[in-house]
């Protein structure tokens, strides 16, 4: 739902990935590479020839299937939406992918860009910053959720300086103050400050933020009881 929109291309490989499965069902577990450009043809002398590679992979076990499966649950889900390699891996394990066969599709992601999670943590500070208001202490939380390692993350949350954070944190006490009219000072105080710390603001910069809000209102803040 949060997730923003980021066009990794078009993703031609999403043709491929609907024709396989149909000449595994012509030609046996056999199926190509699953990256290469000639994956085609060779799957298709599969069925002429049962001494083909394709063939004798088929009987050796299915360890290009588990390519191939592992490919196009990734393609499927990276589909109108960027993920990080962790909810690609995690997702390849819940269906029980092979270690090495998901590493073997994730690497090759990576790769050709498929996979970049610098370019999702960049896009989602971008996002959740000015679509939700989110500060950087919540942005961090919520892209550590989603395994982006430490160091792309704080590089991420360097998009926004205190300045840009500090005037987002205006913006929405200003959209939520009238909602408050007829409260008193205290609650109207805990409120707004509330909702700021919920989306990531400390402590000192939502309380200096609001109080300037309800003085410019006119409301006297002498004496108002801390939020926290």
Known sequence: G???????????PEAGAGARPGRRSRGGAGAG???????????RSSTRSSGSPSSSRAE???????VEQARNICLRLLTGTPRTR??????????EIPDEAAEEVLA???DVGLI???AFAGAWVESR??????????LVRELRTKGVDSTVIDEAVGQLDAEQEEETARELVARKLRSTRG???DKRLRRLAGMLARKGYGEGMALRVVRQALEEEGEDTEGLDEPF
């Open 2 to 12: 949060g997730d923003p929109a980021s066009d990794h291309g078009p993703v031609e």
């Open 33 to 43: 590479s699953g990256f290469g450009e000639g994956a085609g043809p060779r799957a």
């Open 60 to 66: 050796k076990g299915e360890p290009r299937d588990q």
């Open 86 to 95: 962790k909810q690609l891996a995690d997702a390849l394990r819940k269906r």
């Open 108 to 110: 090759r992601f990576e």
């Open 116 to 118: 970049d999670d610098a």
């Open 129 to 138: 910053h000015h679509g939700r208001g989110l500060a950087r202490r919540a």
């Open 183 to 185: 409260l008193d000072r």
